[in-house]
């Protein structure tokens, strides 16, 4: 996630895969992974450059009026017109975050979100043992 948000940062995008669903004229597909739906069961999502499938639902991107991301947390709220507010989580959500925001807003994270990501560690220095 953190690698994928710098490089959106830049002005970089993220990188197409191959496809493991019937993509639209023109779709990319960026990614696919199970999440565990608020409330609910694991569903596999799909995400590309115009949709993100949920199980057997898919949103439009064009949809999604809301995006409220927790990192630390591994969850992702979403608010999708027509549909309400759906929430995941999972390892792979904070990366899914990113995607969703590069294609919706052009930048890793929603306009005014400041993320929460811990600073690198340093390096410890390293005494011998005598």
Request: charged share 20%; hydrophobic share 45%; net charge positive.
């Amino acid at each position: 996630m953190t690698m994928l948000a710098g490089l959106v940062e830049r002005g970089g995008r993220p990188a197409a895969v191959s496809p493991t669903v019937p993509l639209w004229a023109g779709e990319k597909q960026y990614g696919w992974f199970p999440v565990d739906l608020v409330g609910g069961d694991r569903l596999l999502a799909v995400v590309t450059n115009r949709r993100l499938m949920l199980g057997d639902e898919s949103f439009s991107l064009r949809a999604v009026t809301g995006l409220r991301p927790r990192p630390d947390e591994w969850a992702l709220t979403l608010d999708i017109r027509g549909h309400g507010t759906v929430e995941i989580v999972g390892p792979w959500v904070p990366w899914l975050g990113v995607v969703l925001c590069a294609e919706i807003h052009g930048a890793a994270w929603p306009p005014g979100y400041a993320p929460m990501i811990p600073a690198p560690r340093r390096a410890r220095r390293l005494e011998s043992v005598r």
